[in-house]
Nanobody
Framework: QVQLVESGGGLVQAGGSLRLSCAASRSIFSISAMGWYRQAPGKQRELVARIWSGGSTNYADSVKGRFTISRDNAKNTVYLQMNSLKPEDTAVYYC?????????????WGQGTQVTVSS
């Protein structure tokens, strides 16, 4: 069991930057992957970025080169640095923790944080 709490969202102008944080209630050292998803009004939730326990990362094509995911195991925290923000990035961003090493495979979710980018 792990609780996730996101923070760092807000209003920003196009071209600006935001840094999202996801604080976990327990160690994330053994979690298979930590990730960020987002959901815009009227759209499906999509994977933005994820980082695996071994350090590998995945990014949505739309954010490659602009967003960076990182993990600080000592602080039980995952970050999403968002640069060169566009209005299309406006969405609720959710933190995800995925356990995949052994059954049962479980996903944990945070409550979400709103990111709004104005033109």
């Amino acid at each position: 069991q792990v609780q996730l709490v996101e923070s760092g969202g807000g209003l920003v102008q196009a071209g600006g930057s935001l840094r999202l944080s996801c604080a976990a209630s327990r160690s994330i050292f053994s979690i298979s992957a930590m990730g960020w998803y987002r959901q815009a009004p009227g759209k499906q939730r999509e994977l933005v970025a994820r980082i695996w326990s071994g350090g590998s990362t995945n990014y949505a094509d739309s954010v490659k080169g602009r967003f960076t995911i990182s993990r600080d195991n000592a602080k039980n925290t995952v970050y999403l640095q968002m640069n060169s923000l566009k209005p299309e990035d406006t969405a609720v961003y959710y933190c995800n923790a995925a356990e995949r090493t052994r059954p049962p495979f479980i996903d944990y979710w945070g409550q979400g944080t709103q990111v709004t980018v104005s033109s």
